[in-house]
Nanobody, 128 residues
Framework: QVQVVESGGGLVQAGGSLRLSCTAPGLTFDRLAMAWFRQAPGKEREGVSCISYNSAATHYTTSAKDRFTVSRDRFKKTLYLQMNALKPEDTAMYYC?????????????????????WGQGTQVTVSS
């Protein structure tokens, strides 16, 4: 069974930074579009960012633009999300997702239906 594992969450003050990581050893990492989602208490899960298989294209939700950066290391088979200038409203469980049928993100990258493999999540809490 494919395992997707996130790490790097934690408690940080507003204005601080965190870097999330995601590994998926059982997947053909180089061929898959991958994404970050988050879910805040009482809210639906939302797409945060997507990156194509070759890092040529990235997408962000509006609230993450200019603050978050998604990247991937094909040699380490690791996905990253660098989060800067964090705000209390960024508090959520962050999930890594992989799309086995898609190598690029496309206009519907934020749709959960595109992704087959999900991690258990890593909690990010931003204090004011």
């Amino acid at each position: 069974q494919v395992q997707v594992v996130e790490s790097g969450g934690g408690l940080v003050q507003a204005g601080g930074s965190l870097r999330l990581s995601c590994t998926a050893p059982g997947l053909t990492f180089d061929r898959l579009a991958m994404a970050w989602f988050r879910q805040a208490p009482g809210k639906e899960r939302e797409g945060v960012s997507c990156i194509s298989y070759n890092s040529a294209a990235t997408h962000y939700t509006t609230s993450a633009k200019d603050r978050f950066t998604v990247s991937r290391d094909r040699f380490k088979k690791t996905l990253y999300l660098q989060m800067n200038a964090l705000k209390p409203e960024d508090t959520a469980m962050y999930y890594c997702a992989a799309a086995s049928k898609y190598s690029t993100c496309s206009a519907s990258w934020y749709s959960e239906d595109r992704y087959d493999y999900w991690g258990q999540g890593t909690q990010v809490t931003v204090s004011s």
